[in-house]
Each structure stands twice: as structure tokens, then as C-alpha cells.
């Protein structure tokens, strides 16, 4: 490992390397990996996949047959790679080190059926900007806004393909109008707070290409039953079986 890296054992057994640099593993990264409906035969793409932990989380959970971890920074390109080996998914999770704008399905070779992002949410007038420039490209839209995302996974996803995707509830309009413009429809939308008296914190959003209008709003899911139990970690029973389970199903 390079100096700048740490190693860390995560959900599912998994290995994780990480740049101290860039943004490590958190809440909104396992949740998007646990929102994707499991399809065995799927070939999937994730966008701005950073260390890849989507692709693995998703790879670990039987939730696609392959996967494309696009990422633009060679350096967590890199990374990718050896958590690939270092999990043992080689030759389920390629990289594709790209500016995700000029992806294209001839790119990959095919159509895929699944692609997830969990993108930069923030303009890059807005927040600090003296942090390390790994961080700010994963926080910011620097290399592509929403609406790149948004028409990238368009571009590259079959005709009834879902896309998956974790956003700010403040930017949701934002999500939207990138979705609709670039013909996918919202199908399934669960905001997360962290208690119930809380604002959601995050939202997570399925749409398909080329669905007709019409979304499903679920019951919220709240991670913790009381500001003590946020206090100490503990989670709610429904966020606590989609950590065991790495799935929404059983919290509809």
C-alpha cells in the first residue's frame, strides 16, 4: 500500500483500501449498495466508483453477475483495482479508468442493466475549499454535475434498465428534473433520517429507462428509535436488518 493508504475490514467480510486523502466509507455507500435489488445476471456500472466499494458490496450480496467501476482519478482507479484483488473479484469487477462524460456503451462493450452513483453533491462554489483535492473532486462537481450523471447512466443502460442513485434531500429538485430529462423515470424514492423528529438526511432514488410516469414513495426509513440511541450508535430494528442484510426487502 502507498503511504497515503489505510486498510479496514467492512460490512461482509470485506477488505477496504482507502485513501486518507479522498472520502472514506460511510452510511450513504452501504445504503445505495443495500437499495439495489439483487439480479444475478445483470451487468452493471458504477459511476464515480472512488474505492469501488459499491461494486464489492453489491458483488459480495449476489446482486449482479459483473460490474464496471468507472472512476476519472487514476490514483483511486488504482485503488480499485487492488481491492479487487485484495476481495477476490477479479473478473467481476472491471475498472474503467474514464471521465465518466465520455462514456459510452460501445465503452464498455455492451448495454448494461443496473447502474449505481453515489454522486458529488455539491456545487464547487460551496464548501471548504482548502482541503486535498482528491476530497474536493468527491465532494464537488467538478468533473461532471447531476445531470452528467444522470445522462451517462441514460447512455450506457438497456431500454427498462434501473438506475440507482443516493442524493441530498436539499438538491432533490435538482435529481429530478436530470432524471426526467434524460428519460428515467423515478420509480421508487425512500428518504433516511437518522431519528424521526429528524429532516431526512439522505434520499435514495430506483428509476428505469424508458418507464412511464408514476413513483412509489416508502415509508421512510429511520436509522436510530431515539436521539440516545443516535447518541450510541444504535441502530433502529429496520436499519439494523438492512445492515445484516445488506437489503430493503424485508422493510417495506
Request: charged share 25%; glycine share 6%; net charge neutral.
Amino acid at each position: 500500500m502507498m503511504a497515503d493508504e489505510t486498510k479496514t475490514k467492512i460490512n461482509d467480510e470485506l477488505t477496504l483500501i482507502q485513501n486518507v486523502k479522498g472520502l472514506t466509507y460511510g452510511t450513504d455507500a452501504y445504503l445505495l449498495s443495500a437499495f439495489v435489488k439483487r439480479s444475478p445476471r445483470a451487468i452493471a456500472a458504477d459511476l464515480g466508483s472512488g474505492t469501488g466499494v459499491i461494486p464489492m458490496l453489491c458483488a459480495a450480496n449476489g446482486k449482479f453477475k459483473k460490474c464496471f467501476a468507472i472512476e476519472i482519478q487514476k490514483t483511486f482507479a488504482d485503488i480499485i483495482e487492488s481491492n479487487v484483488l485484495e476481495n477476490g473479484f477479479d473478473g467481476k469487477i472491471m475498472t474503467v479508468c474514464s471521465d465518466l462524460r465520455d462514456i459510452k456503451a460501445s465503452t464498455l462493450g455492451c448495454e448494461v442493466d443496473i447502474v449505481t452513483a453515489n454522486p458529488p453533491y455539491m456545487k464547487t462554489d460551496s464548501g471548504k475549499r482548502n482541503e486535498h483535492s482528491e476530497k474536493f473532486i468527491a465532494r464537488h462537481e467538478v468533473f461532471g454535475g447531476i445531470n452528467d450523471f444522470c445522462a451517462c447512466a441514460a447512455r450506457i443502460l438497456k431500454h427498462g434498465g434501473k438506475f440507482y442513485t443516493v442524493w441530498r434531500p436539499d438538491r432533490l429538485c435538482d435529481l429530478i428534473v436530470a432524471l426526467r430529462e434524460n428519460k428515467l423515470e423515478p420509480k421508487r424514492i425512500t428518504f433516511v433520517h437518522a431519528t424521526k423528529d429528524a429532516e431526512p438526511s439522505i434520499v435514495l432514488i430506483q428509476s428505469t429507462k424508458g418507464a412511464a410516469a408514476g413513483s412509489i414513495v416508502t415509508r421512510p426509513l429511520i436509522l436510530h428509535s431515539s436521539k440516545e440511541d443516535a447518541k450510541n450508535s444504535i441502530l433502529s430494528l429496520d436499519a439494523q436488518r438492512i445492515y445484516d442484510t445488506c437489503s430493503f426487502e424485508d422493510c417495506k
